[in-house]
């Protein structure tokens, strides 16, 4: 039986005229033909058509816990407990899927927006494909040898694959390769190019699963997870942090350490891959026109300064900063809270003064650099 295999581009960009990279693979699971063409394309030939997908390294979110032995329902509860520190954003817009845990305790786990999914799933209805299963994207790697690394590099993004279940991603893709090459990792190099890039054996898990539940759950899902959570805390679980204990837990610490030293400014570092893209993101914009940083600021205060909403009076935009001015009778917080966090952790300040509040960088003190 055949299998046909896509490269997805970034979900937000996707649409059934979306140029994409695919493989079809034998049944020897070897690649019989690669190429290059729109979602629309591929599906014209057939009245029916299933696809194994990968999503852009962009949308690929990935992390790992290690947990002591647990029934399979438990590791479910501590994963979704763990969920809380690990995403930025809030937890009930997510789709959380795991692995089993191994033998070493690691648990491998994998998340998108809810948003994203939706998306996938109404262009792959539009042309229409079946999903046969979604995988972060360095799951088409090949599962490399014990002890070793497959690797590749992928639009500036660096994949790794350690095993069946585990993987990771690095968003300063050159710099991490050559780190690892020069700390004599036993790597197997494969180009984006080349059949190899398709030919990973896929875990029994993935985000496909959750395609049909994206949209329904509810309060009922949600207090069901909420009291298994309780329970586990209740009966004295630990989540205990990474112990730098294998390969993927260093490759992990490193991670952290790379990002605070490319972007110094920023105060915590929980999620490093999108902690890295913000600030990416954010430098982009600082080096693009002074059109584009405005409406990058503006996207900024959309979507972290709610409480703003049919309240702002006239916008400003000087040296880098944008400054909201309010409507004499608009409320604001009387405190911090999880927006700003949420705005720190992008590397980004609001200051309220008598007239509104001003969004800007981070200065190396914390706060809106003036």
């Not at 994409?20 to 049944?27: E, G, K, S």
């Not at 029916?48 to 949308?59: G, K, N, T």
């Not at 948003?115 to 042309?127: N, S, Y």
């Not at 900024?300 to 040296?319: C, E, I, R, T, Y």
């Amino acid at each position: 039986m055949t299998r046909l295999r896509i490269a997805l581009p970034p979900l937000a960009q996707l649409s059934a005229e979306s140029l994409v990279h695919y493989a079809w693979l034998d049944r020897a699971g070897q690649v019989s033909r690669q190429g290059q063409a729109s979602l629309g394309q591929l599906a014209q030939p057939r009245k029916s058509l299933a696809a194994e997908c990968f999503l852009h390294p962009r949308d690929s979110l990935l992390s790992s816990l290690e947990l002591p032995q647990l029934p399979p329902a438990k590791v479910a509860a501590a994963v979704a407990c763990a969920a809380q520190a690990l995403i930025l954003g809030p937890v009930a817009q997510m789709q959380v899927v795991h692995s089993p845990r191994q033998s070493n305790g690691q648990v491998q786990v994998g998340w998108l927006p809810t948003a994203g999914l939706e998306q996938l799933q109404r262009v792959l209805a539009q042309v229409p494909i079946s999903l046969r299963g979604l995988y972060p994207a360095p799951y088409a790697l090949p599962v490399p040898p014990a002890g070793h690394l497959s690797v590749a590099c992928v639009d500036g993004h660096l994949l790794l694959r350690q095993s069946l279940h585990q993987s990771a991603l690095h968003p300063l893709g050159p710099q991490a390769l050559a780190e690892l090459v020069q700390a004599g990792a036993q790597l197997h190099q494969v180009d984006e190019h080349t059949p190899a890039r398709w030919q990973g054996v896929v875990p029994a898990w993935g985000l496909h699963g959750h395609l049909k539940r994206a949209s329904s759950g509810g309060w009922g899902r949600a207090l069901g997870l909420s009291a298994l959570a309780v329970a586990v805390w209740t009966l004295g679980l630990n989540l205990y942090a990474a112990r730098q204990v294998d390969e993927g837990q260093q490759l992990k610490a490193r991670m952290i350490a790379q990002v605070k030293q490319a972007f110094p400014h920023l105060p915590v570092i929980l999620n490093p891959l999108q902690q890295a893209r913000q600030q990416l993101a954010a430098g982009q914009g600082a080096t693009a026109d002074p059109g584009q940083r405005f409406s990058s600021l503006l996207q900024l205060a959309g979507n972290h300064l709610p409480f703003m909403v049919g309240s702002v009076q006239a916008l400003a935009f000087d040296q880098g900063r944008l400054h909201l001015e309010l409507l004499p009778d608009s409320r604001s917080p009387a405190a911090p809270g999880e927006w700003q966090a949420a705005l720190t952790e992008a590397g980004f300040a609001a200051t309220r003064d008598e007239h509104g509040w001003t969004l800007g960088p981070l200065d190396n003190t914390g706060g809106a650099d003036e």
